[in-house]
């Protein structure tokens, strides 16, 4: 492990002096000390210290007392579970390994003042293929999860989490907020493991509703027929209603003539309850007319948008021939008058022979 480590530091280093002989490239810089500021110095001080962080071949001649044998079982521990801190590198792997790179979006970027760094490759990756980005994830954070709390409880006498199996059971559970109770952690470092796992877990659940969520939307042509099979569902619903409400009213004017008050009120309700009826379909035929003119509006300012860049290619394509035949006449007219002195001396020379 300690092998392993010098060579992630040996890196590291490297990595960050090809930084820096980019960066005096790209910047035109002599002096590569110019390049190295405060904060890259600091930076890479820091990268140092979270990549040495590992279990160190300690060599405690102990007496054989638990208290020590706690202490170093311990600290195995702590700079066993710092070691996830190391997890930072993974953003850089997908940033180096991504297309941001290419030069064509290098160039794009610039242009459009778009600082192109991880989180736009995370968008990148969420926008193409969200739910592998989750699974893998959720995968790889359990495994370590589970492997860290495995870590914990392993000089505990809790019997049921000091192995990976059993871990590997707890882990998912509190991640998806269950909590059969069958297995608990016993340890602070358990404790906090699972915690965690709980907060990601309720965030990861969070961001699976929302991909969800996107993935069941209409897309344009769906939405119109939706909406058109909408409409005419209201449509008939408002023709049945009004039928409703003529024969209840028929039915009023009916019992008004027979002067029967009970049955007068009873028409009067339904007349009142049909009428309470029309109006809430009619609220929702228009809801449902103001989104399709919204949408409407959109597409229709798309076709104007389409329209106006091509008229506005033709007129550039039309400047363009303008100049071209201006350059054209201008070139004609500069060898006319180069053309003009030798036509002069000729008439002159006629008119002296003449």
Partial sequence: MSISTLLLLILIVAYHIRDIQLFTIEEGIREWRVALTRRRKLRLVLELLVCALHPFPLTFRSSGSRGEESLLSGTVIVLSNLMFLRVYLV???LFLHSSVLEPSYQTIGSLSKINLKFHFVLKVLMNNCPSKILL???LFGWCGASWAVTLCER???????NNIITSMWLIPI????????DMVPVTVCGKVICLITGVTGVSCTALFIAVIARKLEFDKDEKHVHHFMLDIQLT??????????IGVSWLLYKRRKCGNARLIRRCHRDVLATVCRFRKIKLKQRKLREQVSAMMDISKMQLLLQD???RMMESYAEMENNLAALVTKVDRLSAAFEELPRLLCDTFNRQNTG
């Avoid at 000089?155 to 989490?161: A, G, R």
């Avoid at 509190?174 to 109770?181: N, Q, S, V």
Wanted: charged share 15%; glycine share 6%.
């Fill in 91 to 93: 953003q850089r792997v």
């Fill in 136 to 138: 893998l994830f959720v």
């Fill in 155 to 161: 000089h505990s006498q809790n019997n049921s989490t």
């Fill in 174 to 181: 509190t991640f998806l907020t269950i909590g059969y109770g």
């Fill in 236 to 245: 008939k619903e408002v023709q049945k209603i009004a039928a409703d409400l």
């Fill in 308 to 310: 106006m860049n091509t």
